[in-house]
């Protein structure tokens, strides 16, 4: 017979069994839950419920989404739009210009200071990505239960590429890949899914700025990486390379230097024959046409 003690730790057991049966690990980091320590919930709200924002580019587009999205959930209440107590501006009246001037593209600040004679907080930036990093940085501060009084924090990347190399085929698999097929569905493309907004939502977070969509070094059947270089292919590729880009990432491709003759129907990719150079001339210029800010 159990006594209550073996009752109350079997129940604990199962009920942190059952919550961990309900997350599945999709939202990764970016795991918003709703503050519960009060005191702190209140600070946040009184922070951050009220936001300003333009969102006139798509990549502002999607860093506002994100706010809107983090702070609904962490907050438990979407916060209100106009005059906000957290505002996130490219060039921030509030900062001396030369200080963003200084900052990188996907540098950031966060900021609190004086508002009209209240405090509020900025989140400011020299360029779109930036603000994009700093949204995701302010909502990690949240999610960490950092204080949001007397912010003063400064981001700014170490390097400028910050590369995501895949080594996908076109069939679905992974070369050296142990973690599942490719989430890149080549036969449903351009139609999107919206695990591509979530893949490119954790790159964001985490500064990744390019992508290499694909693995070149095979030519068996179904798995033929260099043709995603052809017309065919680039059609395909061209919406979701403008999503990613609504996120601050560049689209990369990594090509098979025969193809001119794969791709082409050239007799040679010699680089010294005037033909290879014209068609690799002609194909780059299709490309970048075709998907602006290709890598």
Same mark, same amino acid.
């Given at each position: 017979?159990?006594?209550?003690? #073996?009752?109350?730790?079997?129940?604990?057991?199962?009920? #942190?069994?059952?919550?961990?049966?309900?997350?599945?690990?999709?939202?990764?980091?970016?795991?918003?839950?709703?503050?519960?320590?009060?005191?702190?919930?209140?600070?946040?709200?009184?922070?951050?419920?009220?936001?300003?924002?333009?969102?006139?580019?798509?990549?502002?587009?999607?860093?506002?989404?994100?706010?809107?999205?983090?702070?609904?959930?962490?907050?438990?209440?979407?916060?209100?739009?106009?005059?906000?107590?957290?505002?996130?501006?490219?060039? #921030?009246?509030?900062?001396?210009?030369?200080?963003?001037?200084?900052?990188?593209?996907?540098?950031?600040?966060?900021?609190?200071?004086?508002?009209?004679?209240?405090?509020?907080?900025?989140?400011?930036?020299?360029?779109?990505?930036?603000?994009?990093?700093?949204?995701?940085?302010?909502?990690?501060?949240?999610?960490?239960?950092? #204080?949001?009084?007397?912010?003063?924090?400064?981001g700014n990347p170490t390097h400028g590429l910050r590369m995501y190399n895949h080594w996908d085929n076109p069939c679905g698999t992974v070369e050296r890949g142990y973690a599942g097929q490719s989430i890149f569905k080549w036969g449903e493309l351009p139609r999107l899914n919206q695990r591509y907004t979530d893949y490119a939502r954790l790159l964001a977070s985490t500064g990744i700025n390019g992508m290499v969509i694909n693995n070149v070094n095979t030519s068996k059947p179904g798995m033929i990486g260099w043709k995603i270089i052809s017309p065919e292919y680039i059609e395909k590729l061209a919406p979701l390379a403008e999503l990613l880009r609504s996120y601050g990432i560049k689209t990369y491709i990594s090509v098979s230097f025969a193809a001119p003759m794969r791709v082409g129907g050239l007799e040679t990719a010699d680089p010294l024959d005037a033909g290879v150079a014209s068609w690799w001339a002609d194909t780059a210029d299709r490309i970048y046409s075709r998907i602006p800010g290709f890598g």
């Open positions: 017979m159990l006594d209550a003690r #073996s009752i109350i730790l079997f129940a604990a057991v199962f009920l #942190s069994f059952t919550q961990a049966r309900g997350e599945d690990g999709y939202d990764a980091w970016l795991r918003y839950r709703k503050v519960e320590d009060r005191m702190y919930l209140r600070q946040c709200r009184d922070v951050c419920g009220k936001i300003a924002m333009e969102a006139d580019t798509p990549m502002l587009k999607s860093a506002k989404n994100e706010l809107i999205r983090g702070l609904t959930a962490l907050l438990g209440q979407a916060p209100a739009e106009g005059k906000g107590s957290l505002i996130a501006a490219v060039a #921030s009246q509030w900062v001396d210009p030369e200080e963003i001037a200084n900052l990188k593209d996907g540098g950031y600040m966060i900021r609190s200071v004086e508002m009209d004679g209240e405090t509020g907080t900025i989140i400011t930036a020299r360029t779109d990505r930036g603000i994009l990093y700093g949204v995701f940085c302010f909502l990690r501060l949240i999610q960490t239960g950092e #204080s949001l009084n007397g912010l003063d924090i400064t």
